[in-house]
C-alpha cells in the first residue's frame, strides 16, 4: 500500500484543520491506519490509530477529545480532524498503515509510512 497525506497547511491557535490520506493498492479495509506526527527537534509520536472497520480508534493523551481519525474504505482514505490547535501541535504529520494493529513500548508500530504534510499553528 502506498499512502500520501494532504491538508496541512498554517492555522491560528484555537482553529481547526482536516489532513487527509490516501492509498492506492488494493484491500485497504485489511489495514489499520494511523497518524503520528514529528515536531522539530522531537521523536516520532503517535497521535491516533483506527482498526480496520472505523469502529476501534485510540489516541494519545495530548489530542484527546480535540482530534478526530476516521476511515472511509470505499475511497480508500484515512482523516485526521483536528480541532482546537495549539501552538505544540505545530509538527510533520505522517499517516501510516499495517495489516495488525500492533503495540508495544509505549506506542503503535506500522510497516508502511506515507509522505507528511506540515501543520503549522501560530499564536
Known amino acids: 500500500v502506498q499512502l500520501q497525506a494532504s491538508g496541512g497547511g498554517l492555522v491560528q491557535a484555537g482553529g481547526s484543520l482536516t489532513l487527509s490520506c490516501a492509498a492506492s493498492?488494493?484491500?485497504?479495509?485489511?489495514?489499520?491506519l494511523g497518524w503520528f506526527r514529528q515536531a522539530p527537534g522531537k521523536e516520532r509520536e503517535y497521535v491516533a490509530v483506527?482498526?480496520?472497520?472505523?469502529?476501534?480508534?485510540y489516541y494519545a493523551d495530548s489530542v484527546r477529545g480535540r482530534f478526530t481519525i476516521s476511515r472511509d474504505n470505499a475511497k480508500n482514505t484515512v482523516y485526521l480532524q483536528m480541532n482546537s490547535l495549539m501552538v505544540e501541535d505545530t509538527a510533520i504529520y505522517s499517516c501510516?498503515?499495517?495489516?495488525?494493529?500492533?503495540?508495544?513500548?509505549?506506542?503503535?508500530?506500522?510497516?508502511?509510512w506515507g509522505q507528511g504534510t506540515q501543520v503549522t499553528v501560530s499564536s
Open positions: 501510516a498503515a499495517d495489516k495488525e494493529l500492533t503495540y508495544y513500548g509505549g506506542t503503535y508500530h506500522f510497516g508502511y
Open positions: 483506527i482498526n480496520w472497520t472505523g469502529s476501534r480508534t
Open positions: 493498492g488494493r484491500f485497504f479495509e485489511s489495514y489499520v
